[in-house]
């Protein structure tokens, strides 16, 4: 079945202990994105990336990180996390026609972080 | 204001009624696309409209795009219980962007 994962489905932490939520996708999409969902905001962009070893920032991109080391993963990586990271994240890949944006984008079905 | 506004945030209609949601936006799309999530889920891709369309059908939805308004709309007919969900659009600038931008949503109640 084609699909978005993510780990895990619910984590608690408390603040500036790192850590990864994953995400694979198994469409051989080149293009994949992370977005955090925050209450009357809707879904706003962390990072993304077009393809293995080329990652970006989108509008919201401090205090994370991303990798692309291999086609079908892309971690979202927080190395010092705060309660303002405290939100409900998505996984999402497409896979470009000529560009990323004239595909529709296949979702992940969430991670909700709180941290303490 | 965000690029893509969603009007209104709630509506509470009754099964087999038609819900009409619309979209604005500020600047130039390349497209024009509209997502549902079911509560605390992932999104799902409904429709995408390019930006020289100036409508689209999918099943029970209908999806209009007015670029000299800069406006889109999503219809639903004969809604059902199960069309329960949020939902949102996403543009895609023209212009060489590689995201797409999200609008805050309506949240659809379709009640039996």
């Known amino acids: 079945e084609a699909q978005v994962t993510q780990n895990p489905r619910y984590l608690i932490t408390v603040t500036g202990k790192k850590l990864t939520v994953t995400c694979s996708q198994n469409?051989?999409?080149?293009?994949m994105s992370w977005y955090r969902q925050d209450p009357g905001l809707g879904l706003r962009q962390i990072y993304y990336?077009?393809?293995?070893?080329?990652?970006d920032k989108g509008d919201v991109p401090e205090g994370y990180k991303v990798s692309r080391k291999e086609k079908r993963n892309f971690p979202l990586i927080l190395e010092s996390p705060s309660p303002n990271q405290t939100s409900l994240y998505f996984c999402?890949?497409?896979?470009?026609?000529?560009?990323?944006?004239?595909?529709?984008?296949?979702f992940g079905n969430g991670t909700r972080l709180t941290v303490t | 204001s965000q690029q893509g506004e969603e009007d209104p945030q709630a509506l509470s209609i009754q099964e087999g009624e038609n819900a009409t949601m619309n979209c604005s936006y500020k600047?130039?799309?390349?497209?024009l696309q509209w997502y549902r999530q079911n509560s605390g889920r992932g999104l799902v891709h409904l429709i995408l409209?390019?930006?020289?369309?100036r409508e689209k059908h999918s099943g029970r939805l209908r999806v209009t795009l007015d670029t000299s308004k800069k406006s889109s709309s999503l219809l639903i007919t004969a809604s059902r219980a199960a069309d329960t969900a949020s939902y949102f659009c996403?543009?895609?600038?023209?212009?060489?962007?590689?995201?797409?931008?999200f609008g805050a949503g309506t949240r659809l109640a379709v009640h039996p």
């Open positions: 999402a890949s497409s896979s470009p026609l000529r560009s990323s944006y004239n595909s529709p984008l296949h």
């Open positions: 469409m051989n999409h080149e293009y």
């Open positions: 600047t130039s799309i390349n497209n």
């Open positions: 409209i390019r930006s020289n369309e």
């Open positions: 996403a543009t895609a600038l023209s212009g060489g962007y590689n995201k797409l931008i």
């Open positions: 990336s077009m393809n293995v070893e080329v990652t």
